[in-house]
């Protein structure tokens, strides 16, 4: 906690003073008040909150000084000087807040009844500045002085300065409002009085000139002119109402559209209207919360398994240093909890801010923010527990997880089961493919018979722990500017996501796909493409859009790619096929029913494998997190684990870093848990060099 966070408000704001007769202060008006103390503050606007409880915490305050023989009392200019007011107790007065009665010293009282001073600052305590709103509370070792009479108010509207549209002569306002009430009554000049004046002018120069008429004209002028004056003031205060009006309206307006915009993006629900009518009063009232609300972060609908197209939304005008502090914050709050449920929920509020905001245009200027600015961005966020590595280790990992489906894309042409669930090693999960179902006959008679189950069970053991463990000693950190980490990230994510791919392949066997294709690598072209697909075809293997992919060692893609037929196609009608990427990777081109994948680490298998043509269910891969070995001993963590989530494709990982004083190094790991499985035979096709068993790819 900062010191400042321990110091009193003094707050100068222009409270109308009670006449000393009633022996009684305004001390706190009602209601919640964005304030800019002039001491006491945090550098921003402060919100407080004004209530009957305020009274009471007040007053305890009194009787605790009280109690250790600390008289209260109010100064001048807040000096510690001379009493101006001795209060003897603070009480709530509805409608109006809280009320100091008590005392007037003899110079107290002469001060205000000969309006040498016009306005009170309040002193107290609240128990965080940094709430919204904060709460007054009573600071046991608080100092005497309680508050002054002054003349510099900080700001010119009073503390209970009003929302958009709200009335001046409010029961919020009494004081105001007897104001506005006086102000009536002094502006008696109307426009019947001022002709009334005129026509008597006129009166007087029809009679007979002398000295006596002169003198009674001049100072008729004279009342002309001041009603004349009073007039267009009044004018121009009717206008300055208008115009201050329009403002009020178009803050309204300016309120109401923040607030549509945060229900659009989630972070206000729909039907929470008391929640929406709340945003839209202080934002009028204060445009700066606008600000605010913008950093609360939506429910962004998670994808899994399948990206939908214009699905999400990029925010190319936000500030960086803002959208960097919620990352700090859900960062710093999966490093504190050893709720697994509460990680989860956690990495993924993290992956949809990280979704939507490093998309697009707007990748390169979040990716560009200068690392020396991150830590004011976590202070930002009012984060103060997070350190710069801990928020770097989980952007890092987080754009790692991206590279996991552009570097292999085949990770997510297969049916997958990516949870974020804990899980025991060599646990068995079940994971479900799809199949087709049988199409039936309405009866009039029996009505419709149950097609054959959609679904069929593949048992996956998860017994592949893997991870990947970087670190560096502190000589080699002092000796180097450069963020090492970062540099290493896309190895540690290639290494990790090749070992999930290869143990993924290695299902590919005679074993488990007993049909196959045996086609001479120099002599394959699109036909063997296509025969590919029509054994599949034949076999009922759904063509759906996005369903089949062909795995080609690279020997074999390259003569694809060199077909005449597919280059012929490309250069006069979608060229694209060969110049660009698909699915965001180079390696990979649709061809005919296919997306056909460069799989430089597809194995022989013993069985001359050069290919393998399918549909999603002929393999399947399960991914877990494994069980957080931190929380067996809570305490004894010196360091940090999250959970962080590809938004895309649903994996997660889990980050754990640390440092090691004796070693004098820092450690950051990446690991998961997974298992594969061969899912049905007959949707899947061996592309063979030769027949039999061998490892060939002639």
Same mark, same amino acid.
């Given at each position: ?17 009670? @006449? ?31 209530? @009957? ?13 009280? #109690? ?236 899994? +398994?399948?990206?939908?197209? +214009? ?177 290493? @990230? ?9 070992? $999930? ?142 959970? $962080? ?8 990982? $889990? ?10 190094? @820092? ?7 997974? +298992? ?15 027949? #039999? ?6």
């Amino acid at each position: 906690m900062n010191d400042d966070d321990t110091q009193p408000i003094e707050c100068r704001a222009a409270v109308e003073i009670s @006449a000393t007769s009633r022996n009684e202060v305004l001390f706190l008006p009602i209601g919640v008040h964005a304030i800019t103390p002039v001491a006491g503050g945090i550098g921003r606007p402060i919100k407080v909150k004004v209530d @009957a409880s305020t009274a009471d915490a007040i007053e305890a305050q009194r009787k605790i000084m009280a #109690g250790k023989g600390k008289r209260p009392y109010f100064d001048f200019d807040h000096e510690d000087g001379a009493a101006s007011f001795w209060p003897e107790g603070f009480a709530w007065r509805s409608g109006e807040g809280v009320i100091a009665k008590g005392e007037w010293t003899a110079r107290g009282r002469k001060a205000v009844e000969g309006k040498d001073y016009r306005a009170f600052s309040p002193v107290f305590h609240v128990d965080n500045k940094r709430s919204d709103p904060a709460k007054v509370i009573c600071m046991e070792h608080a100092a005497p002085n309680m508050g002054g009479l002054v003349n510099n108010p900080a700001f010119n509207l009073p503390l209970w300065a009003k929302n958009a549209g709200e009335s001046a002569t409010s029961t919020n306002n009494p004081a105001a409002a007897r104001l506005q009430e006086t102000n009536k009554e002094e502006n008696k000049m109307t426009t019947e009085e001022l002709a009334a004046l005129r026509a008597k002018d006129q009166e007087l120069e029809r009679d007979e000139q002398d000295e006596s008429t002169a003198t009674k004209r001049a100072a008729l002028h004279s009342e002309i002119r001041a009603g004349e004056l009073e007039m267009e003031l009044s004018e121009i205060k009717a206008s300055n109402e208008a115009l201050q009006g329009k403002v009020r309206k178009r803050q309204l307006d300016d309120a109401r559209l923040a607030v549509r915009e945060a229900v659009k993006r989630g972070a206000i629900a729909a039907r929470d209207l008391p929640k929406q009518k709340m945003w839209e009063t202080r934002i009028a009232a204060d445009p700066r919360d606008k600000e605010i609300l913008d950093s609360i972060p939506g429910n962004m609908p998670q994808l899994s +398994g399948a990206i939908i197209a +214009g699905g999400r939304v990029t925010i190319s005008d936000d500030d960086p240093s803002r959208i960097f502090g919620e990352l700090a914050r859900v960062s710093s709050l999966s490093c504190k909890t050893s709720q697994p449920e509460q990680r989860r929920t956690l990495s993924r509020e993290f992956a949809a801010i990280y979704s939507r905001e490093f998309k697009g245009s707007n990748k390169e200027r979040m990716l560009s923010f200068p690392v020396s600015e991150f830590e004011t961005a976590i202070m930002g966020a009012d984060v103060t527990d997070t350190n710069l590595k801990t928020l770097s280790g989980s952007l890092v990992t987080q754009r790692t997880l991206e590279l996991l489906k552009f570097t292999f894309p085949s990770l997510t042409m297969f049916t997958t089961d990516f949870s974020d669930t804990a899980a025991q090693f060599n646990q068995t999960v079940i994971t479900r493919t799809v199949t087709i179902p049988n199409v039936t006959d309405y009866n009039t008679t029996t009505g419709w018979a149950d097609s054959t189950a959609a679904n069929v069970d593949v048992p996956v053991t998860i017994n592949k722990h893997k991870g990947v463990n970087i670190t560096f000693n502190e000589q080699i950190l002092a000796s180097t500017v450069r963020r090492l980490f970062d540099e290493f @990230a896309p190895a540690a994510a290639y290494a990790l996501s090749k070992q $999930m791919v290869d143990d993924l392949y290695a299902n590919i066997t005679d074993a488990n796909f007993t049909n196959n294709s045996v086609t001479a690598t120099s002599s394959f072209a699109r036909t063997s493409v296509i025969d590919i697909g029509t054994q599949l075809t034949l076999r009922g293997v759904p063509l759906a859009l996005g369903q089949r992919t062909l795995l080609l060692y690279p020997t074999v893609f390259s003569k694809l790619v060199a077909d005449t037929a597919l280059i012929t196609f490309a250069a006069y009608q979608k060229p694209e096929l060969i110049t660009a990427p698909q699915n965001g990777a180079s390696l990979v081109i649709p061809v005919d029913t296919f997306q056909v994948v460069n799989a430089p680490n597809l194995p022989t298998n013993n069985g001359n494998v050069t290919g393998f043509g399918c549909s999603k269910s002929a393999l399947i891969i399960a991914t877990r997190l494994p069980n957080d070995y931190t929380s067996a001993n809570p305490g004894a963590n010196y360091g940090s684990v999250q959970v $962080m989530t590809e938004p895309d494709i649903g994996i997660s990982v $889990m980050l754990t870093q640390y440092v090691n004083h004796q070693l004098a190094a @820092a450690t950051s790991r990446v690991s998961l848990m997974y +298992g594969t499985a061969a899912g049905q035979g007959n949707a899947g096709q061996l592309l063979k060099a030769a027949a #039999g068993s061998g490892s060939s790819r002639a």
